[in-house]
């Protein structure tokens, strides 16, 4: 892909991401901008979008290998994960700053008994060792193979987000199911990929025995 081409795709990307914060901001100095419960409001448009982000990132792996054409799409993805770590970090500060009040002991009171918050702690540590290392400095001194297998936490990540998400609605509140259907398409994907790919290296190495 040519250079302008890419930085244009780059700073579109950048844009789209800092809408839902842009969109905070502006909603903050409006009188009346963040509706009847702002602190509610930033928590719950700071979480939808970093989940959107999450499962944004990780559908552009299956989705370029439909088509070489689309393979562009990986240039995106370290920019969209930081992205999401960007607003699940928003998304955790909200809590400690709107919802705690920084009272540390009763955060921490808080993360012990109500799972749901426990589970987005969870959520929130394994991005976070992701983010650490997303510079090109980091995957040179990880190594590819190491580096790669790191980055598989997304997944759990993304599944402890949605748990996270289920555990938080009322029950019989099904709004976190398209979340979850989606997730687990992308997950399947990956393992039928995953072992098709080995049945062909098994297939190939056979072939080369004979
Ligand atoms: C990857 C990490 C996370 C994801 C994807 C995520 C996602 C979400 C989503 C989608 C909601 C909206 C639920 C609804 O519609 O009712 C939500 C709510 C909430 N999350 Fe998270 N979350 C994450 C991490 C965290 C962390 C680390 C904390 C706090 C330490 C946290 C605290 C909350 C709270 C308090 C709410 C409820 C907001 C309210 O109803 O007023 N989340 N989260």
Redesign the pocket.
Known sequence: MKRPVLIFLKALTWIACLVPLARLIYGALTPGGLGA?P??HI??T???T??ML?IITLAITPVRRLSRHLSWMIRLRRLLGLF?FFY?TL??L???AL?SGFDVHA?IAD?AKRR??T???I??L??LPLALTSTTWAIRKLGGKRWNLLHKLIYL??I???I??WW??KTG?L??LP?TIVIGILLLARILYALLSNRKSAASQRTSEA
């Open positions: 419960d602190s509610a928590a719950l700071t979480g939808y970093t989940l999450l999401a699940a998304h955790m909200a809590y400690v919802y955060m993360i749901f918050i589970m987005g702690v959520a929130w394994l991005l990540a993304v402890c987000g949605v996270h998400y938080q609605v509140v709004t976190p979340f």
